[in-house]
Every structure is written in C-alpha cells, then in structure tokens.
C-alpha cells in the first residue's frame, strides 16, 4: 500500500500560465476527491469521481478548472489561466466503494506569482 | 447546507496533560458521519477517530476519544496523556455518507509543551 501519491508537491507558476496536478489513489479505490485547501482555512470540496465519472463538481470550481480520471485510475486537476487567488493547497483523496474512510495525499502546493 | 464551526484557533497543552477540542456543526440530516483529522507538517491528513451519529456510544482511539452530543451537534475531541507528536492542526469535518464528501471547519492549531 503506497497510499495516495500526488505529483508535484510543489509548484510555482506565473499569473495565466496553465498548471496541470496529477493524483495516483490507493489501487482499488473507486472514488476520488479533491479539495483545496488555503491558509488558516479546512480543505474545501472541488469535485469527486466515481470510478471514471465525475460525479459533483462545487461552485467552487469554475470554468478555469477541469478535472479528469480517463480510466478510473489517476486523475488530473488542470487549471487554466491561473490567477494570484488560486494559490492554495491541492489536496486529493480517495476511498473503497463500501468504507467511509477517506485516504488523503500530501498535496500539491500551488504558488501564483 | 452543513457546516462546521471550530471557534478556538488555537491551544496548548502540556506533555501528559489532558486537552478537548471544540467542533460544533449544523445539518437538518438524521444519518451522518463525524470526524477529526489531523494535520501534521507534512500536511497529509490523518483520521484520527470519527462517529455515526446513530450511534449514542462515544467513539474511543486510546489516547482519542469523542464526546458526541447529538442534540446540542456539538462534536469535542479529547486527547489524553498528551505526546510531543500530537503537535498538529485538528479539524472537524462532517458527511453525509452517501457520497462521503467532507465538509471541515476551519481548525484549531494544538502545540505541546514539553
């Protein structure tokens, strides 16, 4: 067990610049979330997928951000045309269909300069 | 919609001591889920004890435990025999089950006195 594995754990970009995160979950976890978390606050809800579907999706996530998990495994979090208000703490995290215990990674550290 | 609220924004506590953590939250639902996790420098959270609200028994995790009052939706956190390693933000969160989507409150920033 490797455990949720995300890639970069940091990344540092400039204002419009397109960024693109991955997450690996834990093999056999069917649903997959993100969240983002910013200083001082809790992670807050992106978006989920079950298997390849992405299911819900927050306001949170406007039209800037696409997510993706093309065969049900890894997922891509990609955001376009970054803004200084998306530095933040992206965090993924998956879970088994039948438990209530989600599986978090250590996240990507996002800095817009 | 839910929400979770931790009014405390940090607390200290001394090794060995004994400290609760308040997390108060709202939902009109019946059936729900409680947690708190923990958030060390390497910033991975970590489960440390959670409740179904069905259940009128308080969670326990040795050192953890819970004390869930449903009517009052207050949800504390009790660490006991506190460790220099329980250094860490501690958050709340609720859900609903069914689709397991978390909704935290804000944290409170424990340090511990050696």
């Known amino acids: 067990d490797t455990g949720v594995s995300q890639d970069p754990r940091h990344k540092i970009t400039k204002r419009g610049q397109n960024v693109t995160f991955r997450c690996d979950p834990i093999?056999?976890?069917?649903?997959l979330y993100w969240y983002r978390q910013t200083l001082g606050q809790g992670p807050e809800f992106l978006t989920y997928f079950q298997n390849e579907a992405q299911l819900e999706k927050s306001r949170l996530l406007s039209d800037r951000f696409s997510a993706e998990r093309p065969k049900g495994s890894f997922s891509t979090l990609e955001i376009q045309r970054t803004e200084q208000g998306d530095s933040a703490m992206y965090l993924c995290a998956s879970r088994l269909p039948w438990g209530e215990k989600l599986f978090f990674g250590s996240g990507t550290q996002l800095s817009v300069l | 919609a839910q929400t979770v609220t931790q009014s405390q924004p940090e607390m200290s506590v001394q090794e060995a001591e004994t400290v609760t953590l308040s997390c108060t939250y709202d939902?009109?639902?019946?059936?729900?889920?409680l947690f708190w996790y923990k958030q060390p420098p390497s910033r991975q959270m970590i489960l440390v004890i959670r409740q179904e609200a069905y259940k009128q028994q308080n969670a326990t995790e040795n050192r953890f435990s819970v004390n869930f009052q449903k009517a009052a939706k207050s949800f504390s956190l009790k660490i006991s025999d506190s460790q220099l390693g329980d250094a860490a933000m501690y958050f709340c969160?609720?859900?609903?089950?069914?689709?397991?989507?978390?909704?935290f409150g804000k944290g409170i920033t424990l340090s511990v006195r050696p």
């Open positions: 969160a609720y859900s609903t089950g069914a689709n397991s989507k978390l909704t």
């Open positions: 939902t009109s639902e019946s059936d729900y889920y």
């Open positions: 093999s056999e976890h069917n649903r």
